[in-house]
């Protein structure tokens, strides 16, 4: 269809009203055996102002909610929507991770609790920032965990669940698993994971099977196996919020309703029509994978609504 100046106007007002502009940024850089890098967010105003310390997902992604894959800007976007109403953030590369890789080291020394350690580490460096005043970690799938353990051990202020799983990773693997393997193969896979759950690493890994169990990443599978996202969010005391989309096709609401008992005077916010990477995006995985590369489509505007209501709401 040609397009018109009428329908090229719309376009640009839709555009316009969709786009948030992007705040002042600056580099940061954490020290903590090797240099993790970062992004702060500031929001115009007077200091200080509540910062939020964004924690990405599992995987190569980065600070922006990124992977070499999939380009989508899902956690840059939540950071410049935060500043645009009054909240500051920090967003950066986990350890191994893009500007942070020189950190990482050797894969099979790499645990959720280093990032955990991580995580606790900027709060300690955000403490010590006269700009900032309270200090709310933010985790986004896995890296709700990981925010968990380090809201407990670098005292943060509050703590936020966005789009987190509600169950020890070795069950969610077995679900995900369950009927998808051959007889033999998932054989091979119980052995494995049980022996994980245990603390003990497993020899004789398939080739099948190696993305999943090869030797250099079990011990990251030993460390986050041991932990079940509940209870350290229970062990928590600091106001806490869960925040999940209605149409996330990786975390369900089952597990941010099973997150949610353990703290169940706590806010638990459904976001209706929000996918895992927090754009307002329905349909199955054929229609939401377009998503996961369009970094132009804005974060749902319902979560950056309830989030800055929840932050704002720490601070009075």
């Known amino acids: 269809m040609p397009r018109t100046p009428a329908t090229v106007f719309l376009c640009a007002f839709f555009l316009a009203a969709s786009v948030v502009a992007a705040p002042r940024e600056s580099a940061i850089a954490l020290e903590n055996s090797g240099v ?28 922006n909610g990124n992977n070499p894959a999939m380009q989508n800007n899902s956690l840059q976007g939540l950071a ?60 986004h799938s896995e890296g709700s965990l990981i925010g968990m353990l380090g809201a407990q051990r670098g005292g943060a202020d509050a703590f936020v669940s966005l789009a987190g799983p509600g169950e020890r990773l070795s069950v969610v693997l077995r679900r ?27 020899g004789d890994v398939p080739p099948m099977l ?42 369900g609401v089952d597990d941010a309703r099973k997150l949610h008992q353990a ?22 995985l054929a229609a939401q994978l377009p998503s996961y590369s369009n970094p132009s489509l804005p974060v749902a505007e319902a979560l950056v609504t309830e989030l800055a209501g929840f932050v704002k709401g720490v601070v009075q």
């Open 36 to 63: 993790i890098a970062g992004t702060l967010a500031l929001p115009e105003g007077a200091a200080p102002t509540p910062v939020v310390l964004l924690i990405a997902g599992s995987g190569p992604t980065d600070r």
């Open 80 to 139: 410049h929507a935060l500043a645009a109403s009054g909240i500051a953030s920090l967003r950066y590369d986990k350890r191994g991770i893009a500007a942070s890789r020189e950190a990482g080291g050797r894969e099979a020394d790499l645990t959720l609790d280093r990032y955990a350690d991580d995580a606790a580490a900027w709060v300690r460096l955000l403490r010590k920032d006269a700009r900032f005043g309270k200090i709310v970690i933010v985790g």
């Open 176 to 202: 995900q698993l369950a009927g998808k393997l051959p007889p033999d193969l998932m054989k091979d896979s119980e052995r494995i994971l049980s022996a994980l759950e245990q603390g003990q690493l497993a």
């Open 210 to 251: 190696a993305a999943l169990y090869r030797p250099s990443v079990q011990p990251y599978l030993v460390s986050c196996f041991k932990y079940d996202p509940a209870q350290e969010l229970g062990k928590l005391r600091i106001p806490v919020a869960v925040i999940q989309g209605s149409t996330d096709l990786q975390v």
């Open 263 to 284: 703290r169940p005077g706590a806010p638990l916010v459904i976001v209706k029509g929000m996918n895992h990477v927090l754009k307002m995006v329905e349909g199955d």
